[in-house]
């Protein structure tokens, strides 16, 4: 009988947790993300002053009804020296963030970066920010997992708008040969400093790995 009682209790207390993770180059955002998305569900104020992540930071929120479950957001160094680690996060993550600093990524037309006249300094680091995208989608241990690719920065004056981000950039690395495997995805834009976006980004990701738990089951909390 008690362990009856116990498991009925544990059943009706107990929440999904699912596993997200933010990748992208150093400097796009990741730590101001997840410093704005904790502060959006606790009583507390972000803590902006970041300094480049060397390693891992990982915090656990708790979504209030009616999404009603744990995500546990791992943030991961996007120093180059540091790429190689994300491997290991990606089997048993259930969603991937992969933020794009969109004052650093030039027109952010990858078209252009094929001619003579596309390669220069003025492309800022979009031919970087591809050739990671590719292979993060390109990974089969990521194979199916739904990516939501974050347009950041969008209060500064010299930000690239989403839209061209997304056509583009995203849509042509997601059509390209390195494209992956059919998953679902999406390019909202954000401001990760003034919180702006951050809400609807949550959103997505809580219907997405809702929608894909038979592929990839949450950890019961
Ligand atoms: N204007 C503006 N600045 C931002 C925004 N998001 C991040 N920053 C700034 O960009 C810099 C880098 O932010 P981080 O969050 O540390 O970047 P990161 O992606 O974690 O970098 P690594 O840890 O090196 O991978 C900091 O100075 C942030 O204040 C944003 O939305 N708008
Ligand atoms: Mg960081």
């Given amino acids: 009988m008690y362990h009856l ?130 292979s993060v989608l390109h990974n089969q241990d990521a194979e199916g997992v739904p990516i939501l690719v974050l347009a950041n920065k969008q209060d500064r004056e010299d930000c690239v708008e989403v839209v061209r981000i997304k056509e583009g950039l995203v849509r042509k690395v997601f059509e390209g040969e390195k494209g992956g495997n059919v998953r679902d995805s999406r390019v909202l834009p954000c401001s990760a400093l003034t919180g702006t976006g951050v809400q609807e980004a949550v959103e997505w990701l809580c219907s997405r790995v809702k929608w894909n738990k038979e592929a990839r089951p949450p950890v019961m909390r």
Avoid at 36 to 45: C, E, R, Y
Avoid at 63 to 70: G, I, K
């Fill in 5 to 134: 009682f116990k498991s009925l209790y544990l059943h009706a207390t107990s929440k999904e947790e699912y596993s997200i993770l933010l990748l992208g180059l150093d400097n796009a955002g990741k730590t101001t993300l997840l410093e704005q998305i904790k502060a959006a569900f606790s009583a507390n104020h972000p803590n902006l002053k970041t300094v480049p992540t060397v390693g891992q930071n990982v915090a656990t929120v708790s979504l209030p009804p009616p999404n009603s479950l744990y995500l546990k957001i791992w943030d991961v160094g996007g120093q180059h020296s540091l790429r190689g680690l994300w491997q290991s996060y990606y089997t048993s993550c259930h969603a991937i963030v992969f933020v794009i600093d969109s004052t650093d990524v030039g027109t952010a037309d990858i078209a252009t970066l094929s001619t003579d006249a596309g390669r220069g300094e003025e492309h800022g680091r979009l031919e970087e920010c591809r050739l990671v995208l590719e």
